[in-house]
Antibody, heavy 118, light 109 residues
């Protein structure tokens, strides 16, 4: 059974960079036809798609976040990562890593709450 | 880009049917047959209920069905049960990115 697990700091200071990693187990990140992405959800609010990457490193980003986001993949570790620069309190959210097929996230990590605060 | 438009809340009694709409544009919902629906209970991870407009993943009850007409997609839940009470989100491909709806809270009366 495919499993995804987010890891990273739960607290980030304003103006700094949020960095998260997703470790994939039970399957290979090299599987063709899939993308690996990040989705976030501010407390009490809706879902927001951040971006996605495939094993070859092809990326797509939410236009509203593109200037601050980088998603990368490490196939040797079966991991992919998110960096979000210049964070503010508005970036406080639960961050989910997901597997996507045809723009439809099917497997989700359990989510990690990241709070932006000094 | 703005979120897809969903009603903030819907409600129904056990056994009834409810439909949740998801309105976008020809650049997202109307342009692709890549609409998904997710169910999220409080404090839980979203669960995919429908993909590719009307396909049900294995294990999802056939009480859940999806459709699309023009720029509006719909999720219909028939034979409402208490455990269906949750937030529901639609999701669509939009050329080079993915866009979610704002979410609909379903209350089972």
């Amino acid at each position: 059974q495919l499993q995804l697990q987010e890891s990273g700091p739960g607290l980030v200071k304003p103006s700094e960079t949020l960095s998260l990693t997703c470790t994939v187990s039970g399957g290979s990140i090299r599987s063709s036809g899939y993308y690996w992405g990040w989705i976030r959800q501010p407390p009490g609010k809706g879902l927001e798609w951040i971006g996605t990457i495939n094993y070859s490193g092809n990326t797509y980003y939410n236009p509203s976040l593109r200037s601050r986001v980088t998603i990368s993949v490490d196939t040797s570790q079966n991991q992919f990562s998110l960096k979000l620069r210049s964070v503010t309190a508005a970036d406080t959210s639960v961050y989910y890593c997901v597997r996507e097929q045809a723009s439809s996230p099917d497997y989700w990590g359990q989510g990690i709450l990241v709070t932006v605060s000094s | 880009q703005s979120a897809l438009t969903q009603p903030r809340s819907v409600s129904g009694s056990p056994g009834q049917s409810v439909t949740i709409s998801c309105t976008g544009t020809s650049s997202d919902v109307g342009g692709y047959n890549y609409v998904s629906w997710y169910q999220q209970h409080p404090g839980k991870t979203p669960k995919r209920m429908i993909y590719a407009v009307s396909e049900r993943p294995s294990g999802v009850p056939d009480r859940f069905s999806g459709s699309k007409s023009g720029n509006t997609a719909s999720l219909t839940i028939s034979g409402l049960q208490a455990e269906d009470e949750a937030d529901y989100y639609c999701c669509s491909h939009a050329h080079t990115y993915v866009i979610f709806g704002g979410g609909t809270k379903l209350t089972v009366l």
